[in-house]
């Protein structure tokens, strides 16, 4: 029966017997615990330089002494003879020892561990080792919590962490384009242990019926038709809600630096002594283009991206940008004033016939993208019955089957055979 235990290594001395890829990987992570390596091997990589003053290096064969005042012992020299012997000494000095090249014959392992969420999440198996098991069901666990599929509950004050909502604080979360899947882990994690989620229309609004039932959520995106709460009550409902010591998250479609007015929040809660951080997201300027097959860049058509906000008028870079043959436009919040865009577009001397998509609905259920002329698309997006949200690329990477075009041309590279997974997966010991 194995014991599932977590060791407190700060300050204490480990010693790692080997300085190959797992050698190196086991120093880093008892450097990351705050540990003191003893790292000992007659062949030492460029890799050990990386690790800092934390690692006492030894360019030698590892021996008995080598054990003295150490709490920990990997044994991972290669050579499964070597790590025996060392297994051996740790055993007399009553030293708890893993063993790389054979788990069992260790008096421990290394557990499959990851981060999420404020929790350290570890899985051994039973029996045997089998890190392959141990590593998937680990995958599969972190999924879950940062999906929201565990209420994590409150946090200790102090505890550390990127992916840790404190009572008092607003995160500032890009949910992406629409799609959940498309959300960050860490944003998912956040979300997952809000207490108060003032959200937008678009993005990826279907997350929140996975919140617990006493999660507040407040609505505060534009619709047609529909009163919009001003940015000046959207800053102070977040101050609001943190200063009463909830754990806030304001959900924003794409990313929340990218014409989300994710500064002004920030600044509005810096002002009031809230604590906020920002989390990125995959933006729909690029998102949505993507999901469309619409790549905005691409060697010899196009090596620009310009990001336009159309509520208001084209500026005269945005013109240009336009009228450039090497720049890809893309133009955001736009449908709604796009017979006014392209107006005024074309009276600027913008060609006519430049190719341009409309991608509605972009990496959701009924996803539609309609391509035309520049000067046909309102009429053609109008036609169709395109409704927001929706995207506008204007460029030649826009134009039907380029990429088809590109691939009879420059000819397909034939596909390279399936890896043999026994040769790509990284060894059992690296993970569990």
Same mark, same amino acid.
């Given at each position: 029966?194995?014991?599932?235990?977590g060791?407190?290594?700060?300050?204490?001395?480990?010693?790692?017997?080997?300085a190959?890829?797992?050698?190196?990987?086991?120093?880093?992570?008892?450097?990351?615990?705050?540990?003191?390596?003893?790292?000992?091997?007659?062949?030492?990589?460029?890799?050990?330089d990386?690790?800092?003053d934390?690692?006492?290096?030894?360019?030698?064969?590892v021996?008995a002494?080598?054990?003295?005042?150490?709490?920990f012992?990997?044994?991972c020299?290669?050579?499964a003879d070597?790590?025996?012997v060392?297994?051996?000494w740790?055993?007399?000095r009553r030293v708890?020892c893993?063993?790389?090249s054979d788990a069992?014959?260790?008096?421990a392992?290394?557990?499959?561990a990851?981060r999420?969420?404020?929790?350290?999440?570890?899985?051994l198996?039973?029996?045997?080792?089998d890190?392959?098991?141990?590593?998937?069901?680990?995958?599969r666990l972190?999924?879950?919590?940062?999906?929201?599929?565990?209420?994590?509950?409150?946090?200790?004050?102090?505890?550390?962490g990127d992916d840790?909502?404190?009572?008092?604080?607003?995160?500032?979360v890009?949910?992406?384009? /629409?799609?959940p !899947? #498309?959300?960050t $882990?860490?944003?998912? @994690? %956040?979300? &997952?242990?809000?207490d108060? +989620? *003032?959200?937008?229309?678009?993005?990826?609004t279907?997350?929140?019926?996975?919140l617990?039932?006493?999660?507040t959520v407040?609505?505060?995106?534009?619709?047609?038709?529909?009163?919009?709460?001003p940015?000046e009550?959207?800053?102070?409902l977040?101050?609001?809600?943190a200063l009463?010591?909830?754990?806030v998250?304001?959900l924003?479609?794409?990313?929340?630096?990218?014409?989300?007015r994710?500064g002004?929040?920030?600044?509005?809660?810096?002002?009031?002594?809230?604590?906020?951080?920002?989390?990125?997201?995959?933006t729909?300027a690029?998102a949505?283009?993507e999901?469309?097959?619409?790549?905005?860049?691409h060697?010899?058509?196009?090596?620009?991206?310009?990001?336009?906000? /159309?509520h208001? !008028? #084209?500026?005269? $870079?945005?013109?240009? @940008? %336009?009228? &450039?043959p090497?720049v890809? +436009? *893309?133009i955001?919040?736009?449908?709604?004033?796009?017979?006014?865009?392209t107006?005024?577009?074309?009276a600027?001397?913008?060609?006519?016939?430049q190719?341009?998509a409309?991608v509605?609905?972009?990496?959701l259920?009924?996803?539609?993208?309609?391509?035309a002329?520049?000067?046909?698309?309102?009429q053609?997006?109008?036609?169709?019955?395109?409704?927001?949200?929706?995207?506008?690329?204007?460029?030649?990477?826009?134009?039907?089957?380029?990429?088809?075009?590109v691939?009879?041309?420059?000819g397909?590279?034939?596909?390279?055979?399936?890896?043999?997974l026994?040769?790509?997966?990284p060894p059992?010991?690296?993970?569990?």
């Amino acid at each position: 029966m194995t014991l599932l235990a977590g060791l407190d290594l700060t300050g204490r001395t480990v010693l790692v017997a080997g300085a190959g890829p797992v050698g190196v990987r086991r120093a880093r992570a008892a450097v990351a615990e705050g540990a003191h390596v003893r790292l000992v091997a007659p062949d030492v990589g460029a890799g050990v330089d990386d690790l800092g003053d934390a690692v006492e290096v030894h360019r030698r064969a590892v021996r008995a002494a080598d054990l003295d005042d150490v709490w920990f012992v990997h044994a991972c020299t290669g050579v499964a003879d070597v790590d025996a012997v060392l297994a051996a000494w740790a055993h007399e000095r009553r030293v708890f020892c893993v063993v790389a090249s054979d788990a069992a014959r260790g008096t421990a392992r290394t557990v499959a561990a990851a981060r999420v969420s404020g929790l350290h999440v570890g899985v051994l198996t039973d029996g045997p080792p089998d890190p392959g098991r141990a590593v998937a069901v680990r995958d599969r666990l972190v999924a879950h919590v940062a999906a929201g599929g565990v209420v994590v509950g409150e946090v200790r004050p102090g505890s550390g962490g990127d992916d840790v909502l404190r009572a008092g604080e607003v995160a500032l979360v890009g949910g992406g384009p /629409g799609d959940p !899947a #498309l959300m960050t $882990v860490r944003a998912r @994690a %956040l979300l &997952a242990q809000a207490d108060v +989620v *003032v959200t937008d229309r678009l993005g990826p609004t279907s997350v929140l019926d996975e919140l617990a039932d006493d999660v507040t959520v407040v609505h505060v995106g534009k619709a047609p038709g529909r009163h919009t709460v001003p940015q000046e009550q959207i800053d102070a409902l977040l101050v609001e809600h943190a200063l009463a010591g909830h754990r806030v998250v304001r959900l924003k479609g794409g990313d929340p630096f990218l014409f989300g007015r994710g500064g002004e929040e920030v600044a509005a809660c810096r002002a009031a002594g809230v604590p906020v951080r920002v989390v990125p997201g995959v933006t729909s300027a690029v998102a949505a283009a993507e999901a469309a097959g619409i790549p905005v860049t691409h060697r010899g058509t196009s090596a620009r991206l310009h990001v336009v906000n /159309g509520h208001g !008028a #084209l500026t005269d $870079v945005d013109l240009a @940008a %336009l009228r &450039a043959p090497d720049v890809t +436009v *893309v133009i955001l919040m736009g449908l709604a004033g796009l017979s006014r865009l392209t107006a005024q577009a074309l009276a600027a001397g913008v060609d006519p016939a430049q190719p341009a998509a409309v991608v509605s609905r972009a990496t959701l259920p009924g996803q539609r993208v309609v391509r035309a002329p520049l000067a046909a698309l309102a009429q053609r997006a109008a036609d169709e019955g395109l409704g927001s949200p929706s995207v506008v690329v204007v460029g030649d990477v826009t134009a039907e089957g380029l990429l088809d075009v590109v691939a009879a041309r420059d000819g397909v590279r034939a596909a390279a055979p399936a890896p043999d997974l026994d040769e790509v997966r990284p060894p059992a010991d690296a993970t569990a």
